[in-house]
């Protein structure tokens, strides 16, 4: 089955340490990219990947890294995590060229206290 | 000004209504337009592309109004499995990052 695979799903953790959430696909895009969403403001880009070792920032990258070492896996990384970065967290993959639909993962929800 | 604006709604609707929203764009080198549906804080999956011409998927119809620089969804025949939310998504040419409304809810009742 096609799918977008995000872990955690549901994520409490302390101000200050550090945090992977994972993303890996089964489609072989090239193009991933993470959201964050909160309400009243939609999804927020928050880095992106157009393919294996090149990644760029989207709109909202303060506070976030990113790395994609394999081209099915994009993890997002909070080196030092604060309140601020409580949000739903979105990973997607698309494929390049016509049409270009992004496959969402089912979500992170993340709590920093 | 917001790249993507959509009216939050909720729009309550009794089954068997229809219902229509609109999406505004600021962007006009916009170049590929689609509706996703969210339901619950789930993630958002495609429900259809906008071509210029409009399209229609069953129940659902899409238009594009470039002049404006709007899109909008037209929802006949509403089904209770019809309430989401409904996201606006713009493409710009020669961009492959996407801008995304804040979302329509729609609420079909019994």
């Known amino acids: 089955e096609a799918q977008v695979t995000q872990n955690p799903r549901y994520l409490i953790t302390v101000t200050g340490k550090k945090l992977t959430v994972t993303c890996s696909q089964n489609?072989?895009?090239?193009?991933m990219s993470w959201y964050r969403q909160d309400p009243g403001l939609g999804l927020r880009q928050i880095y992106y990947?157009?393919?294996?070792?090149?990644?760029d920032k989207g709109d909202v990258p303060e506070g976030y890294k990113v790395s994609r070492k394999e081209k099915r896996n994009f993890p997002l990384i909070l080196e030092s995590p604060s309140p601020n970065q409580t949000s739903l967290y979105f990973c997607?993959?698309?494929?390049?060229?016509?049409?270009?639909?992004?496959?969402f993962g089912q979500g992170t929800r993340l709590t920093v206290v | 000004r917001k790249e993507v604006e959509q009216d939050p709604g909720p729009f309550n609707v009794p089954e068997g209504a229809t219902v229509a929203f609109n999406c505004t764009y600021s962007?006009?080198?916009?170049?590929?337009f689609f509706w996703y549906r969210q339901d619950c804080r789930k993630e958002p999956k495609l429900l259809m592309s906008?071509?210029?011409s409009g399209n229609e998927d069953g129940r659902f119809t899409a238009q594009l109004n470039r002049a404006s620089q709007y899109i909008s969804l037209l929802i006949r025949d509403s089904k209770l499995s019809d309430s989401a939310t409904y996201l606006c998504?713009?493409?710009?040419?020669?961009?492959?990052?996407?801008?995304f409304g804040a979302g329509t809810t729609v609420t079909v009742r019994a």
């Open positions: 997607a993959s698309s494929p390049l060229g016509t049409g270009f639909e992004a496959f």
């Open positions: 489609m072989n895009h090239e193009y």
């Open positions: 990947s157009m393919n294996v070792e090149v990644t």
């Open positions: 962007n006009s080198a916009s170049q590929s």
């Open positions: 906008v071509y210029s």
């Open positions: 998504v713009v493409k710009p040419s020669g961009d492959y990052k996407l801008s």
